[in-house]
């Protein structure tokens, strides 16, 4: 195990001899092999500890352990000890995030300038491989752990959990055992216990040959993601990024991946697909709370708006077949290309366009002032604002109004003007799906 470790530590210029390190030590038997393994190839070791205070006596028992073995092999220990329980009440988080967070944190607070050197193996990797696939996932989940980001480094990740315990078994040392760990309760848990057994009886060189896939996966994620990257340094002016929406697709969606990142927003495919169709179509989504992301002229940027400031003017051309997104709606048209008039009731032709009767560039927009439309079956015009009168004047500038040259011809909620409608004459319809 030693050598692949030294070797580990090599291919991916983690560290240079004899470099000060501080090691993440739980206790488990993955830290514990990592600590001997650094401390016998030389490097400057000291370690960290984070007792979470989750499991009572045995998070206590667990510090125990590591101050003992510490004081055994001569290596200085921190040890640190946080409120999980109370960190995820207060910022809404569950106890694996919460714990997470505070774990680096105190970690790294300990660090000076060197590097946090941390246990995740192959198993390891492999398994949260799996986890995202379950889940869904991009390159980078599929490639499973890093095996270095930032101040970290993972010497281990090539390393197997059974090449650990025999590590240790030679050199007579023991370990505790997180108990939660062996509860068949939660995803990671069941992949560990239940699933991966049963695919190392059907493929005993599983591991094996997952590293093989690792690296290739590693290396495609790693070429796309600096593609993005200088795509983006491109793009971004300042405060908007242009996006080709035509150009190749897995840089586009990396390029998304960044900039949600870079806004401090959770990525999702919804997120990106979202965004992907604004760049294409122009407009406005709500992409988080009171973040909006805009798209004007083929560039997109976010602003954050506050609850009183979300109703405001949009207007956006349309070519009546790709949808378009606005403050707080997506329209969608589906077009009906075989249209008889005797196929629909009265209520059904309210809301069906007649695109052939329309004049010029057709937008999506927000109602302007005292603008008219004479709606089918009224037999007189009246004023929009009229029209909405119902419509608590905070969300009027929500309502969605769609206009040719000669003014409005459809409104939410209302339908459409008698010189849009369908007729006897009509060929093909277009219903707007406002959502």
């Not at 995740?120 to 752990?145: K, M, P, Q, V, Y």
């Not at 495609?220 to 929406?245: I, Q, R, T, W």
């Not at 329209?331 to 290309?337: A, D, K, L, N, P």
């Not at 969300?395 to 007729?423: N, P, S, T, W």
């Amino acid at each position: 195990m030693l050598d692949k470790v030294a070797e580990t530590i090599k291919r991916y210029k983690m560290l240079a001899d004899g470099e000060r390190v501080c090691v993440a030590l739980s206790g488990g038997a993955d830290s514990v092999s990592l600590l001997y393994a650094m401390k016998e190839l030389g490097y400057d070791v000291f370690a960290a500890h984070v007792n979470h205070n989750l499991r009572g006596e045995q998070s206590d028992r667990d510090e125990r352990f590591c101050v003992d073995l510490c004081r055994k092999l001569g290596v200085k220990l921190f040890t640190d000890s946080v409120d999980v329980k109370g960190y995820c009440e207060k910022n809404r988080t569950s106890l694996e995030e919460g714990a997470r967070a505070l774990r680096y944190e105190a970690l790294r607070s300990h660090l000076d300038g060197c590097k946090l050197c941390t246990a995740h193996n192959l198993n390891d990797c492999f398994e949260t491989t799996l986890f995202n696939l379950i889940r869904g996932s991009g390159l980078s989940g599929l490639a499973g752990i890093p095996a270095m980001r930032d101040d970290i480094v993972r010497p281990l990740i090539e390393v197997t959990r059974s090449e650990i315990e025999q590590f240790l078994s030679e050199r007579n040392q023991d370990y505790v055992t997180d108990s939660t760990n062996l509860e068949d309760n939660c995803s990671r848990n069941i992949i560990r216990l239940n699933v991966m057994p049963e695919l190392e009886r059907i493929n005993p060189s599983l591991l094996k040959n997952y590293k093989r896939t690792m690296h290739i996966l590693l290396c495609a994620d790693e070429y796309l993601s600096d593609a993005a990257e200088k795509m983006l340094d491109k793009a971004f002016d300042g405060s908007a990024y242009a996006l080709d929406v035509c150009g190749d697709e897995a840089v586009l969606n990396e390029m998304i991946l960044k900039i949600l990142r870079r806004e401090k927003i959770e990525p999702s495919f919804e997120r990106v697909d979202a965004i992907k169709k604004l760049a294409a179509c122009g407009g406005v989504i709500n992409i988080k709370k009171d973040v909006y992301v805009v798209c004007n002229e083929g560039k997109i940027s976010f602003e954050n708006r506050s609850e009183g400031s979300k109703a405001r003017d949009f207007c956006i051309k349309t070519d009546l077949t790709a949808p378009v997104f606005t403050n707080c709606h997506e329209i969608e048209f589906t077009r009906i290309s075989q249209f008889h008039i005797s196929d629909y009731n009265k209520r059904e032709l309210k809301y069906l366009i007649d695109p052939d009767k329309l004049s010029g560039d057709v937008f999506v927009r927000s109602y302007c002032g005292n603008e008219k439309i004479r709606l089918l079956g009224k037999g007189f015009s009246q004023t929009v604002k009229k029209l909405l009168a119902s419509t608590p004047p905070s969300r009027r500038k929500d309502v969605i109004v769609m206009a040719d040259e000669h003014g409005a011809l459809y409104v939410q909620g209302f339908g459409v003007d008698e010189r849009a409608a369908c007729g006897e004459s009509t060929v093909s319809a277009i219903r707007p799906d406002i959502k």
